[in-house]
Each structure stands twice: as C-alpha cells, then as structure tokens.
C-alpha cells in the first residue's frame, strides 16, 4: 500500500514568490493534515480536513497560506507571498475515519522542505 | 494540553536497551500518552500508545507507573537503525479535534 506522498520534496523560492505544496493521502483516508516545522521549533499542526472541508484550520499562521482539498482526495497548501520565516519543513499526514470520537492514527508523509531566500 | 519533558538526547550502542523517559506532570484523566519516531528526512511514525501500566508491540514497550506523570519508551536491542528522534505526546483521544501536539523530543543516537 503507498504511503502519504509530497511533492516537491524540496523548494528553494525567493521571497515573495509564490509556493504550492501538494500532498496526495493514503487511497481511502478521509482525514488529511498538515504540519510545519520552522527553524528550530517544533512540529506545528496547521490545518485538518476531513474530505474536503476544513474541519479545523486554527493552525494557520495568516492569510497568506489557502489549503485546499477539492473532491477530497490530494490537498494542495499555497503560501503567497512567501516570507523568509516560511522556511521550514511542511508535513502532510492522513489517517481514517473511524465513525467514533477517538483519534485515528496518523500517517505522515516524507515532508516538503522549502527554504525562502 | 499537558506539558512534556524528555531529555534533549542520548547515546547508545548496539544491542543496548534503551529507556526514554517522559516526565507529563499536568496529564489529565482522559489524556493517553502515545510516541512517535522520527527518522532523518522522514516524517514521524507512529510507535506506541497507552493509558496506564504497561503496552507492549514488535517494536517496544511503554511503561506507565499509577499515577500517570511520566512514562518511559523501552527499545529493546536497539539498532543503528534506531537512530532517530522520538516524541513523547500526551493529549485526550477522545475529542473531536484530531491536531497532535509534538514537543522537541529526544535525539538517539545509536553508535556501533
């Protein structure tokens, strides 16, 4: 079975420039996530789909970064305009939906590494 | 949420057990305490959860003592391959909000 794929696995931009993430989650994983760690921090969450609705995007640092998620399969994660602070590595997870309450394992992806010049 | 502490890093070698310790002395009744495993330009993978006393799987052993403020992450035999970041996280399962909340974690580093 494929795991959680992430491309590109690196970006080098200036700033400014324009940045699209695409995560493409395990075939049948409703839930889909994204995490971030920047320079020396720690792994942030930033935003859960289930599907294709944003089921909780308190995460997201401003408005300068759209998920999206159209016809709930692979989520795309744009960060326009890119600042130097947005350097940092982007992790997509997925995990099932199991109808009840408890917390499904997540799946993480290999991470997109993107670095803003 | 609880807060976590673990030790920034440790060295091991081979065939060594080795047992991470995590000190969550805020955790709350409906908090499970699960880790992670984070090998270099991966992204974490999940190891092992558990409520209280002791878990066990292919891959380790989690021991929790009664009162639930620190947990310890038991490798047994580790391998080079075990070098690898690994992260204590302690939060309620049974919520609707699914976000994991990591902390810095502990770097291994297994030597031969």
């Known amino acids: 079975e494929a795991g959680v794929t992430q491309f590109p696995s690196h970006s080098v931009i200036e700033k400014g420039q324009t940045v699209t993430l695409r995560c493409d989650p395990i075939s049948g994983h409703d839930n889909l996530y994204w995490y971030r760690r920047v320079m020396g921090k720690e792994i942030k969450f930033l935003l859960h789909f289930v599907k294709e609705s944003k089921q909780d995007e308190s995460g997201m640092p401003n408005n300068r970064f759209l998920a999206e998620r159209t016809g709930g399969t692979y989520s795309t994660l744009k960060v326009q305009p890119a600042e130097l602070e947005d350097s940092g590595v982007y992790f997509c997870?997925?995990?099932?939906?199991?109808?009840?309450?408890?917390?499904?394992?997540?799946?993480f992806g290999p991470g997109t590494r993107l670095l803003v010049l | 949420l609880a807060k976590t502490t673990q030790p920034i890093s440790m060295d091991s070698y081979e065939g060594q057990e080795v047992n991470i310790t995590c000190s969550h002395n805020n955790i709350a009744t409906n908090d499970y305490i699960t880790w992670y495993q984070q090998f270099p330009s991966q992204g974490p993978r999940f190891i092992i959860q558990?409520?209280?006393t002791k878990v066990t799987n292919e891959v380790a052993s989690l021991f929790i003592p009664a009162d639930r403020k620190s947990s310890t992450l038991s490798l047994p035999r580790v391998s080079l391959s075990d070098t690898a970041v690994y992260y204590c996280l302690v939060d309620d399962l049974d919520t609707g909000r699914r976000a994991l909340t990591f902390g810095s974690g502990t770097r291994l580093q297994v030597q031969p």
């Open positions: 997870a997925s995990s099932q939906r199991t109808g009840t309450n408890l917390r499904e394992t997540q799946y």
């Open positions: 558990g409520y209280k």
